[in-house]
Nanobody, 125 residues
Framework: QVQLVESGGGLVQAGGSLRLSCAAS????????MGWFRQAPGKEREFVAA????????YYADSVKGRFTISRDNAKNMVYLQMNSLKPEDTAVYYC??????????????????WGQGTQVTVAS
């Protein structure tokens, strides 16, 4: 049974930092691209960042480029999202996802087969 468990969310002041973690189990982690998505109240789920199975390539939404960094540790089955210079508009539930598909853009949710339950990030102004 595949499980993705996010942690590290919370309440932070604007300009602050948080580091999200996602622990994966039940899959061959190094075979999967990993992504972070987020969903704010009343909005669609949106792509935040993704990393290929080897960690050699990373991708970011324009809204977080230069502020967020995605990384992974295949030995520990972990993926991370370091979030700096947080803004109130970053407030959302953040989801970790694992995607084994090919031929589907890594920034689209349909690329991903497994999803975590999400962790709340709230940025106060």
């Amino acid at each position: 049974q595949v499980q993705l468990v996010e942690s590290g969310g919370g309440l932070v002041q604007a300009g602050g930092s948080l580091r999200l973690s996602c622990a994966a189990s039940g899959l061959t982690f190094s075979n999967y691209a990993m992504g972070w998505f987020r969903q704010a109240p009343g909005k669609e789920r949106e792509f935040v960042a993704a990393i290929r199975w080897s960690g050699s390539s990373t991708y970011y939404a324009d809204s977080v480029k230069g502020r967020f960094t995605i990384s992974r540790d295949n030995a520990k089955n972990m993926v991370y999202l370091q979030m700096n210079s947080l803004k109130p508009e970053d407030t959302a539930v953040y989801y970790c996802a694992a995607g084994g598909g090919v031929g589907i853009p890594i920034y689209t949710s349909r690329r991903y087969d497994y999803w975590g339950q999400g962790t709340q990030v709230t940025v106060a102004s």
